[in-house]
């Protein structure tokens, strides 16, 4: 057994640990708000343009959802073994953080590199859902989502539906029409006449911006929180460590 006045030493510092543990557990649950919060703002505001590129889309949304969600229950956890003071609980608490860390850490890498490569995807996505657009399927809703969004049209300008299948039958989608024109089947099948009814700016360079800056600011606020974790990897340690220490010399 150690002396009195060493465990007397110990419980303060027991009392500050377990205090700095307590107001970060309530941070670390907050933090899994905002990261379900992106998740599902990333999902919804960024949907058309992942049905775009289906085939090469990001899954960062969804493991931010995953992992914020995941985050409101352990961070409830986390508060709840502070004020145990158990130290397998802590311990517990510290390898879901270390998890936390790597799977935030992989959405930031994910949506980091997506950002760099989506021109040549997106490029080639959208010619290819211009071309064979026919108003049914996802990617022509996503188109038409698209150019009422952002006002634009075609790839690189409206004229970029003279070569498809679409316009031979129809003209121009009428999701090109500008705000409170009035796009008439004739007006829409003459390319000279569509030039003051339709929007005469490309989609692709507009997408590839919006996508860019979105997917950078996931990825900036995935890095953020993963390295937030570390220290309450240090603090879960420290404290799991000092409650066994006190219990062993207690002894």
């Known amino acids: 057994m150690s002396p009195p006045s060493r465990r007397l030493q110990t419980k303060p510092v027991i009392t500050c640990l377990k205090t700095f543990l307590i107001s970060y557990s309530l941070i670390f649950w907050f933090t899994g708000v905002i990261l379900l919060a992106v998740g599902v703002w990333g999902k919804v505001s960024l949907e058309a343009y992942f049905q775009l590129a289906s085939d090469n889309s990001t899954n960062a949304p969804f493991v931010l959802i995953g992992t914020g969600a995941i985050i409101v229950i352990f961070g409830l956890f986390g508060c709840f073994a502070t004020c145990r003071g ?105 390319l000279d006449k569509a030039r003051d009814v339709v929007y005469d700016t490309g989609c692709f360079s507009l997408v590839t911006i919006l996508m860019e800056s979105n997917l950078g600011i996931i990825a900036g606020i995935s890095f953020g929180i993963a390295f937030f974790q570390l220290i309450g990897v240090f603090l879960s340690c420290c404290l799991s460590r000092y409650i066994t220490n006190n219990q062993y010399e207690m002894v």
Not at 153 to 182: L, Q
């Open 86 to 190: 158990s130290p397998w609980m802590l311990k517990l608490y510290a390898m879901f953080l270390i998890l936390v860390f790597l799977a935030e850490f992989v959405a930031g890498i994910s949506g980091f590199l997506f950002r760099h490569e989506i021109k040549a995807v997106l490029g080639d996505a959208y010619k290819d859902a211009v071309t064979n657009y026919n108003t049914t399927d996802s990617k022509s809703s996503a188109v038409d989502t698209i150019q009422r969004t952002l006002h634009c049209c075609g790839v690189d300008s409206y004229k970029d539906w003279n070569t498809t299948k679409y316009f031979k039958d129809n003209g121009i989608p009428v999701s090109c029409c500008k705000e409170n024109s009035v796009c008439s089947v004739e007006n829409l099948k003459d």
